[in-house]
């Protein structure tokens, strides 16, 4: 698409990348979301990413990039605000909204997420959904906490340590 | 773009996480959940004594108040939570006959009689410190001399870093 700064005078004309997911699907998203990657954010500077190369994503599949880049769009104006001190109460509200909605998902869904943000350094993203995970797991047990996320039965020992844990920490648990 | 291609079905794998997305996720809760979710498992653990270690400031974790009086049943001190307003009945029973002197990052500087330092913290019992703080304790009184001690200031003070005994 439009090479960087091609100097058409096209102002509406935002600087594009193509990213390429483990499985070989292109996404073409505008620089200024992807870079909310810190990751990809210095090989876009380099000017990496632009007509026909794509950046290659090995870690990242196509479904969890597809919604990685949803986040990325939908944050990528506030985040060009420098955290938009001077959005508007709407604005914020609105993101809120989206943020709500975004990691009303599948558990399997959230830990790709979380594993993309990591690897691509996504601040905002891994922060949101820590915060969902954390709020699956507030207020249950060690034991609570494991069968919500699916570990795996605990063996006699991890039994012993968690029965322990309860002893020693008694008030957090009453 | 067709998405659902792979990925998706994986299982997670939450014991696994990197321990630094794991120290974000439990940067995210209270006190009393924190302290939970560190017995999970041992990843978790881990990453629960890194969180510690690291001392972040988060935003769900502010200062506790932590109070004690006479009239609390079965030594316990309680410990006041204001950003959720939880109250819990911690367990104490070294405190009774202890003077406060100070806090810091949930630890607890409290003098006994005679004026020994005791560092303590309540929550996780740590009475692990307490030879050291005894020492440090003796080696106070030595040069002080008094039943009562003041928390040093951070430089400088009644007792420098430099003339801690064993240096």
């Known amino acids: 698409m439009a090479a960087p700064e091609s100097g058409d005078g096209n102002n509406g004309a935002a600087r594009m990348v193509t990213l390429i997911s483990s499985d070989n699907t292109r996404f073409e998203v505008e620089a200024a979301a ?12 380099d000017g990496g990413g632009g007509g026909g190369d794509g950046i290659p994503l090995p870690n990242v599949d196509s479904a969890t990039l597809s919604k990685v880049l949803e986040y990325c769009i939908k944050h990528a104006p506030a985040a060009a605000n420098g955290g938009a001190p001077n959005a508007t109460a709407v604005d914020r509200a609105e993101l809120e909204r989206f943020d709500n909605e975004f990691v009303n998902i599948d558990q399997s869904v959230l830990y790709s997420l979380i594993m993309a943000a990591h690897n691509l350094e996504i ?7 820590a915060k969902k995970v954390a709020d699956m797991i507030k207020g249950k ?16 020992e991890e039994q012993a340590e968690m029965n322990a844990h309860m002893l020693e920490y008694g008030w957090a648990y009453e | 773009m067709a998405p659902a291609v792979a990925g998706a079905d994986i299982s997670p794998d939450w014991t696994h996480l990197p321990k630094d997305v794991l120290v974000t996720v439990l940067s995210e809760l209270h006190i009393r959940d924190l302290i939970r979710a560190g017995a999970a498992c041992a990843p978790w653990r881990s990453a629960y004594t890194a969180f510690r270690l690291l001392r972040l400031p988060s935003p769900r974790q502010p200062p506790c108040l932590l109070y004690y009086s006479g009239d609390t049943p ?18 104490f029973p070294q ?8 806090s810091a990052h949930g630890w607890l500087v409290v003098a006994d009689e005679v004026g020994n330092l005791h560092l303590t913290n309540p929550l996780t019992s740590a009475a692990a410190h307490h030879n050291a703080a005894r020492h440090r304790g003796r080696h106070h009184l030595r040069r002080g001399r008094q039943p009562r001690v003041q928390l040093p200031p ?14």
């Open chain 2, 74 to 91: 079965n030594c316990a001190a309680a410990l006041y939570c204001p950003s959720t307003g939880a109250n819990f009945r911690i367990p």
């Open chain 2, 95 to 102: 405190l009774g006959g202890l003077s406060p002197i100070g």
């Open chain 1, 123 to 129: 601040e905002g993203l891994q922060s949101l959904v």
């Open chain 1, 141 to 156: 047990s060690p034991m609570e906490i494991r069968r919500t996320l699916g570990f795996p039965d605990p063996t006699p």
């Open chain 2, 154 to 167: 951070k430089t400088g003070g009644p007792h420098p870093a430099g003339a801690h005994p064993g240096e």
């Open chain 1, 34 to 45: 992807a870079s909310l990657s810190q990751t990809l954010q210095l090989t876009i500077l």
